[in-house]
């Protein structure tokens, strides 16, 4: 494309110009005048003007931070403006590559030699567009070609430019670690100075290397302590805190000396934010001290107090700090805590939430729990999920140490789970999974919950709560035997409204269905077994009684066995003591067994209602529920024949085809029947990982392979429309087996309200009533969540008190918890990694210990120095031309520049015993000559290191700099 002409020059829209356009278009009109603006640039930015390059760089660089268009494409047109003579375009130009360079930019090292020639301008202010640009995109290769100019501007007359030099170091010292051996020394020196800028500039440094790895800082405590107590900047002072926040652990002596002059900062200042950061300081690393955590629990106070919010909040957080150790100053102040959940300000409701949870314990956790779902109901939608997450996390923590009744925390999961605003349904969903498999006496209660989550149909609608309806389904299909209705779960799991449920949800559903009905049959066959038992203690007792009567009763019962009679169909139970009760022996039935039968006819009916809602599901496009849909009526097909017309059932392929669907149910059974329990957290680490396996740290890999490929959202399910037709021979009466013997009690609304307009896939009773349940209803205002309390609860509880001195007394023991010794992972804990030493820390101990600090290393743990290097972790890292590498014999890294470097520092000759001649085993002589070589022909590299390994007094002994730096 040809240059701009002049006319265009002259008449060449400016950043103004832009900006008012942008503001001028409609939303539809914006993206096509961005463009149009965009080829306008493209046009520009060729010119050989360099102001007309310089506009068109400035605006384009707008449009990238406000727009986020690429301006990848315009590196080197950067580069060239910062080439210019003049500061306004110099300055556009450093500001473009500070904000689209990165390391992986192809022309990053064209800017090393004007980088250079900018650091070494005498214009302090092109100085510092250099070095702010440097801070931002310095790379490996550019902070090792610049730390010499780096270095000499920390010695700069300038205030303005030293205070800037100083504070690139810090970006200097991540990317090129080598740079601590040239630059730590000036550092420290300046940390003398007496300028409050340089001072601050250092201290900001030494801060943010503290934060990464204290301990390496012990030796410069003295120099903190006099700033303490001399500088009068209140900025200096805060950054100091933090620093010996991070030291006072580390030494116990240096706690003890920091303790007052804190105090006394506290005492003494006015400065908000100073007395603040008194306050953390002291929370957090002087917690032994009680007078210094007294006052700043009396500081808090005041805090709490102030009418600012922003005061307020901190206060609180400040408390909230102090709570894990000291719960004593929550407690005074739990009146201002408890109303601050009514604040308007959201991050106070917050903090304040923390308390209130911070102060739960086991004798008010179940008010405390009660008042924040109640509040939680009344609340916007962010702050009621904060609310449930805070009860979660409270509650689980510690493998649930702090729940006594399980069975009430359960039922509390459930009513969370209806809150209208509630999104912890995954939560939830994990911690009644987790509870279940880990308390077995709260299995009954769970059950029950997850039949009122299951029958409820608001919950089907609510996206957030899928995967709670998941774990509802596989905790009843689970422990169903803990059910006092399993036909009921079966109506649930199978009810037509799951077809609003994600696939991934529903082929939970039908594996909780396979297993309810698998129960069922099952628990059909045993109580066959027991009455064809109950017949034969009958029949042999009658045997001992008069022959006339044992005529007769062996007449009977070979006429009823003859017509197909069934004991479980007549008006008499055999678990009737009037008829049972003989004197022989009884058989051993389970408990839940007792208090449940099943009809022949029921069970048929069970296995029509699973054909009827699973046939439609076997062609479905989602291979999951088609092959689930599969089994479930193989199976079904399977067992058809043991509950075919008892008056056919005497042929002999029956009666061989009834004897394998009896193994065939007892074998899916057992494979059920095995309980399933918590796993270790360190269970995949004990997992040995093969030699030829190679692992990698991330898998940015699959973005070059998978880049064009769309991933299906895991939400996404497939649905057919099954037509649902009347089934030849389905009766819709007497579906029932046998009710249970307790008085039969009237079912949920919902549920009725779902017989009747779904009656066809309801199991009705034998009587034309609803089927006998005796769970309260789902959603009974009665049983359920009190919506009428008003904020006077929480008025109330700031008035009770929150932490009780004795354990209550409660009417059953707790239940046994399942524990791991290796480890628990509850369902909302997450553990940090532990950061470990890097080269900067290295160098950094070897400038301020120098050979003590490698001493203590080595002799710390001898005898792991064989397993850290077959590990790959050294404990003291080794720094190329240092010591140790030159001790061990290793040769120099030719390929590093640094090790190239390091080969001309110095001058002078450095004897070896080591370099002496030895004979070999078989007499001849050494390799001494070659050592000798070896040794002077690297002799100043020698020199050097010897003067960088040298330790530092705080600041009167530093490493000298290399000539090669002068």
């Not at 060729?46 to 707008?62: F, G, I, V």
């Not at 000036?186 to 900001?204: F, R």
């Not at 029947?673 to 692992?695: C, F, K, M, N, Y």
Request: charged share 25%; with cysteine.
């Amino acid at each position: 494309m040809a240059s701009p002409s002049l006319m265009d020059t002259l008449f060449q829209r400016s950043l103004d110009d832009i900006i008012k356009g942008v503001r001028q278009q409609q939303s539809s009109t914006e993206s096509i005048f961005i463009s149009k603006v965009i080829e306008e640039i493209r046009r520009e930015i060729k010119s050989t003007d360099l102001q007309t390059k310089s506009t068109a760089l400035q605006k384009l660089t707008y449009l990238n931070s406000i727009h986020f268009i690429d301006m990848s494409w315009a590196s080197f047109h950067a580069i060239e403006c910062i080439s210019s003579p003049t500061f306004s375009h110099k300055k556009i130009g450093y500001l473009a590559i500070s904000q689209s360079f990165n390391e992986s930019t192809s022309v990053i090292l064209l800017i090393s030699n004007q980088l250079r020639k900018d650091l070494k301008s005498s214009n302090e202010f092109e100085v510092s567009l250099a070095l702010d640009c440097l801070s931002r995109i310095g790379t490996v290769d550019l902070c090792r070609d610049l730390t010499s100019e780096v270095f000499t501007l920390m010695s700069s007359s300038k205030v303005f430019v030293r205070k800037r030099g100083i504070g690139v170091v810090l970006r200097l010292f991540e990317k090129y670690p080598d740079a601590v051996r040239v630059s730590f020394k000036k550092l420290v020196e300046n940390l003398e100075g007496s300028d409050s800028q340089i001072v601050s500039a250092v201290v900001g440094v030494f801060c943010e290397l503290a934060s990464k790895d204290p301990r390496s800082y012990l030796p410069l405590a003295p120099e903190f302590y006099r700033i303490l107590l001399d500088s009068k900047n209140n900025w200096v002072l805060i950054k100091v805190l933090k620093i010996f926040a991070k030291l006072a652990p580390l030494e116990p002596r240096l706690a003890k000396r920091m303790v007052e002059p804190i105090c006394d900062h506290m005492r003494k200042t006015g400065a908000k934010s100073l007395v603040f950061e008194c306050i953390r300081t002291v929370v957090t690393s002087f917690t032994e001290y009680e007078s210094a955590m007294k006052l700043a629990a009396a500081k808090i106070r005041e805090f709490l107090m102030e009418d600012d919010p922003n005061l307020k909040y901190l206060g609180l957080h400040a408390l909230s700090i102090m709570a894990p150790k000291h719960l004593w100053a929550v407690l005074e102040n739990k009146d201002v805590v408890i109303h601050s959940l009514s604040d308007e300000d959201p991050n106070i409701k917050l903090e304040s939430l923390r308390l209130v949870m911070a102060m739960a314990s086991e004798s008010n956790l179940v008010e405390t729990c009660r008042v924040l779902v109640n509040y939680a109901l009344k609340s916007d939608p962010e702050f009621c999920n904060e609310i449930l997450g805070s009860i979660l996390s409270t509650c689980c923590r510690n493998v649930y140490d702090v729940i006594i009744d399980f069975d009430w925390y359960v039922s509390l999961l459930g009513e969370m789970s209806r809150i209208p605003n509630c999104q912890k349904g995954e939560e939830i969903g994990n911690q009644l999974i987790d509870i279940g498999m880990r308390v077995k006496d709260v299995r009954p209660e769970l059950v029950r919950v997850g039949r009122d989550l299951l029958i409820d149909p608001a919950l089907l609608g609510n996206p957030f709560l899928h995967r709670l309806l998941s774990a509802a389904a596989w905790v009843c299909g689970e422990y169903v035997e803990f059910s006092r209705n399993p036909i009921e779960l079966m109506e649930a799991l199978l009810q037509p409204r799951t077809s609003l449920l994600p696939s991934s949800i529903r082929t939970v559903y039908m594996q909780s269905a396979f297993k309810v009905l698998i129960f069922c049959i099952r628990s059909y066959f045993l109580q066959k077994e027991e009455m064809t038992s109950e017949v034969s203690d009958l029949a042999s007792k009658l045997e001992c009684s008069e022959s006339s009567d044992v005529a007769t009763g062996k007449a009977l019962v070979q006429s009823d066995r003859d017509e197909g009679f069934n004991p479980r169909e007549s008006n008499q139970s055999y678990e009737d003591p009037s008829v049972l009760d003989t004197g022989v022996g009884q058989t051993s039935t389970p408990a839940f067994m007792k208090e449940k039968s099943f009809m022949h006819e029921s069970i048929v009916n069970l296995l029509n209602l699973m054909e009827l809602v699973l046939g439609p599901l076997s062609g479905s496009l989602d291979v999951e529920i088609q092959e689930r849909a599969w089994n479930v009526l193989g199976f079904i097909e399977l067992v058809r024949q043991e509950f075919s017309n008892p008056l056919i059932q005497k042929e002999a392929n029956l009666e061989r085809e009834k004897v394998i669907a009896s193994r065939v149910v007892e074998w899916v059974h057992d494979a059920f029947s095995e309980e399933l329990g918590p796993v270790s957290v360190t269970a995949q680490d004990r997992v040995l990982i093969p030699d030829e396996l190679v692992l990698k740290e991330n898998l940015t890999d699959l973005e070059a392979i998978c880049g064009g490929v769309e991933l299906p959202s895991p939400d996404s399910f497939s649905l057919t429309s099954p037509y649902y037709g009347e089934v030849d021979g389905f009766s819709i009466s007497n579906l029932q087996g046998e009710e249970d013997s307790e008085p039969s009690t009237e079912s949920t609304s919902l549920l009725t309200e779902h017989r009747k307009r779904h009656g066809l896939y309801y199991l009705p009773s034998e009587k034309n009533k609803i089927l006998a349940n005796d769970y309260p209803p789902a959603n009974d205002p009665s049983s359920g969540i009190n919506t009428n309390d008003d904020t006077e609860d929480l008025v109330k509880l700031a008035d009770q008190s929150l932490v009780s001195k004795r354990k209550p007394n409660y009417a059953k023991p707790r239940p046994v918890v399942v524990k791991l010794e290796g480890g628990d992972a509850a369902p909302v804990v997450s553990k940090k990694p532990e950061l470990e030493d890097d080269l900067l820390s290295g160098a950094i101990r070897d400038i301020l210990l120098g050979n003590e600090a490698k001493a203590a290393s080595s002799q710390s743990n001898p005898s792991d120095k064989s397993s850290s290097k077959r590990k790959g972790k050294a404990k003291h890292v080794i720094l190329p031309g240092s010591k140790e590498n030159q001790a061990v014999g290793e040769q120099p890294n030719h390929e590093n520049p640094s090790s190239r470097q390091s080969q001309h520092r110095g001058h002078g000759k450095v004897k070896s015993k080591k370099s002496r001649g030895k004979k070999n085993g078989d007499g001849r002589e050494g390799d001494g000559e070659k050592e000798r070589e070896k040794i002077s022909d690297h002799h100043g590299r020698h020199k050097s290191r010897q003067r960088a390994d040298a330790p530092i007094n705080v600041a009167a002994q530093t490493p000298d700099i290399p000539d090669y730096l002068l």
